[in-house]
């Protein structure tokens, strides 16, 4: 299959242009290359499963998740979905310092290397990846990620959802 048609497959549920239109789907415009590269990677071999996504992951070759992840990652990326409410996004900023999120995401969100970009990411999508990670249900996941989430409540997580999706 051509690349073309690789990134077709891709826009029909992480967006037109990358950033994601479907409910608890992440929009990957703007993650950094490397990031996606190892995320498709890790779901390719089986490491991180995501039922939905082996059918698309299985025969990926090398060269194409590099190309996906070229592409992608050169999109801007834009907030889809509920936007955040004010109240939620002053107490996700305490709770995001008390944290430490930027030490990894960057201060800006923007990710770096093997960190996802978290800003202007789908609120419903962060909420319930947040929660996925505290809950370890999250297979293939970063385990520091757990341990930072760890004991939040529903409330912190929906607070960090809407303040990562400001920035």
Known sequence: MAIGERIEQCKTCHGPDGNSINE???????????????????????????????????ELKDGEIQALATYFSKLPARLEGARPDPALVQRGALLSDKLRC??????????????????????????????????????????????VVFGLSDADIDALAHYAASR
């Open 24 to 58: 608890k789907i992440p929009s990957l415009a703007g993650q950094p290359e490397f990031f996606i590269m190892n995320q498709l990677i890790l779901m390719r071999e089986g490491v991180r499963p995501i039922e939905q996504m082996l059918p698309f992951v299985k």
């Open 102 to 147: 930027g030490s990894c995401h960057n201060q800006d969100f923007s990710g770096d290397q093997q960190m996802p970009r978290i800003a202007k990411q789908r609120i419903d999508y962060m909420a319930a990846a947040l929660k996925d990670y505290r809950d370890d249900k999250r297979k293939g996941a970063d385990t520091a990620m757990t341990a």
